[in-house]
RNA sequence: GCGGCUAUAGUUUAAUGGUAAAACCUCUGCCUUCCAAGCAGGUGUCGUCGGUUCGAUUCCGACUAGCCGCUCCA
């Protein structure tokens, strides 16, 4: 059972076997491909169907509390101005050319320094104090300095002009300019900020905003108006119909508001294969409770809720961890959020936030809207304004785990002794694209392949079978492995020769095999896909 | 967006300034009584565009994509 891949290597072959099987491809790639996305072929389709209906089930139809919700992608822009999207997605970067390190541009600060003089000019520059008696400001800036972010971004900018003027023997009194941050940088200036790394002018770059939610317009028009953006997430649908699932579902609190969609970021670096891509599949449930409820106790229920549910699609205990945010780096509105982590190939990773975000979502869309987004508590007599349990998670990532900790390539001794390699997919029969193949043992025997056909016939009305012939039964059953199939039920002679009609079951991850029936086999089934 | 490395069949890899090879996979047929058997066939515009050259898959450049490191990840 030894894992033979090397861990160096282990997420190309992987990325080889999702190409090689038809799980996962490159999108567009007749055409060179395109950074980010990437298309699912039939068994990936599959799988991720049975990841989303699987969740789907077990959040919303198996709970009384929890009801389900398909938003629009593109919805009203004013959602994203609400939610903190339009502000909160920009993040202007700079870059230093000669260094090569990277700065926010609103934490990177600047301010131009002006010399005492003579005073030969025409008077002073700025709002600053009085110069000394028989000296004035330069007109103009002599130089820049620069700091990153600080307790005190002052002190620090006149200690970085005190140096420079030491260094360049610079004579007489100094003062700052204004203090800007490099958002507020003339383009005539960039040239004249020193970066930080170097102390050096001229190797930053212009501020380039990144803004993660692309832009679309609706109807005919391409102005300013017309301007919408495909959803970062799905999360502002339900709450911006909030209040249409409390006004026409007789939900009473605390309940949830569920959905499965697509989300698009513009990510920077799309990165480790599936796991960041720029169009993505997020499944998000949003809990109300009552805002004097004990939401710790409810967001560490949601957090066990979400750990058990990721076992139950067969990800190993042993990869899974959480990791809790520092307070002190949460938003202002968040009282927690706890990531359960996955240890991918390529490091431990962010695979399931729950979040707890008080009522800032429906407060904010309230005041967007003017639309209150409140409950009436009968007992107080009092309106408020519900608080919020967000487990999100991604289905791209899911998937991505499944495959990742499935994986293995095992050495196989057969009886002569040789030593071979198979390499198998251990999805859970839950989520495994394919539940059972149908096996005649032989491809020339018609007594094998009508009973077969026949047996695929009926499974196949419930379940997601495929029958194959081709070649010998060793291979198909190794073809199977490599697709995560756990099941193959082989016709042979015994099945249509012996008594009782019965199959050859063989496993998975086990390669044995025993004698079934017909309604057995639809047992077995029934008892591990759900 | 930056730096380094890379790009040959579906996959993994060769060779070569004179238009390419192997294995595996896949498909068709034959054969085959339980773990990738065998035989016979089929399937390739060397990532794209341009430059140098009599001639480029090979050398150069740009672009695109991938890997690694930064950066980013509300």
């Known amino acids: 059972m030894s894992n033979a891949a090397e ?31 990437f298309d699912y072929g039939p068994l990936g389709a599959e799988l991720k169907k049975n990841i989303r209906d699987c969740w789907w089930n077990d959040m919303v139809r198996r709970r009384d509390d929890i009801v389900g919700l398909e938003s629009s992608i593109i919805m009203h822009p004013k959602v994203w101005e609400a939610s903190g999207h339009v502000a909160g997605f920009t993040d202007p970067l700079v870059d230093c050319k000669v260094s090569k390190q990277r700065y926010r541009a609103d934490q990177l600060f600047f301010a131009p320094v002006y010399i005492a003089q003579f005073a030969l000019g025409r008077g002073s520059v700025g709002e600053a104090s009085p110069p000394p ?37 610079i004579p007489g009194e100094f003062r700052l300019g204004g203090i800007r941050d490099m958002t507020e940088a003339k383009p005539e200036e960039i040239e004249l900020i020193p970066s930080p790394a170097t102390g050096e002018p001229g190797s930053l770059t212009e501020p380039r905003s990144f803004n993660m939610m692309f832009q679309t317009n609706v109807g005919a028009m391409t102005d300013a108006s017309s301007v919408a953006y495909l959803r970062p997430e799905t999360a502002q649908g339900m709450f911006v119909d909030f209040k249409n699932v409390v006004d026409t579902t007789r939900v009473k609190l605390p309940f949830g508001i569920a959905q499965i969609g697509k989300s698009f970021r513009n990510e920077i670096t799309p990165r480790n294969f599936i796991f960041r891509s720029r169009e993505f599949e997020q499944m998000e449930m949003e809990y109300f409770i009552h805002e004097d409820a004990d939401w710790a106790r409810c967001h ?16 190993p205990a042993s990869h899974l961890s959480r990791y809790t945010h520092p ?9 927690g959020t706890v990531d359960i982590m996955f240890k991918y190939p390529f490091g431990v990773q962010e695979l399931w936030g729950i979040a707890a975000r008080g009522n800032y979502d429906l407060t904010q ?28 998670v991604g289905v791209d990532r899911i998937l991505l785990a499944v495959l990742c900790a499935g994986y293995a390539v095992e050495d196989v001794t057969d009886e002569k002794g040789n030593v071979e390699k198979r390499t198998v997919l251990r999805f859970s029969p839950r989520i495994a694209p394919v539940k059972v193949a149908v096996l005649p043992l032989l491809k020339n025997k018609e007594q094998l392949t009508n009973r077969a056909k026949a047996l695929h016939a009926k499974l196949q009305k419930r379940y997601a079978v495929q029958y194959d012939d081709g070649g010998a039964i060793g291979k198909r ?26 199959f050859t079951l063989r496993e998975r991850d086990t390669m044995a095999q025993r004698r079934i029936t017909e309604s057995e086999l639809f047992s077995l089934l029934d008892e591990h896909v759900y």
């Open 7 to 37: 861990p160096a290597n282990i997420m190309e072959a992987i990325v080889s076997l999702a190409k090689r099987r038809g799980f996962i491809y490159p999108s567009s790639e007749i055409y060179g491909g395109l950074n980010g996305f």
């Open 133 to 169: 008696s028989g000296f004035t400001w330069s007109n103009s800036p002599i130089f820049y300095v620069s700091a990153l972010e600080t307790e005190n971004v002052e002190e620090t900018l006149k200690e970085a002009a005190r140096e420079h003027k030491r260094k360049k023997s």
């Open 300 to 315: 560490e229920e949601w957090i066990a809720w979400c750990e058990n549910w990721l076992k139950s699609i067969g990800l």
């Open 327 to 335: 307070k002190e780096k949460l938003a202002f509105y968040s009282k």
């Open 365 to 392: 869309h309230a005041t967007a809207s003017g639309k209150p987004q409140e409950l009436f508590d009968e007992t107080s007599k009092k309106k408020f304004v519900p608080h919020v349990i967000e487990p999100a």
């Open 477 to 502: 059953y190794r073809r199977q492995d490599e697709a995560g199939t756990p099941w193959c039920v082989t016709i042979d002679f015994e099945t249509i020769e012996q008594p009782g009609d019965t």
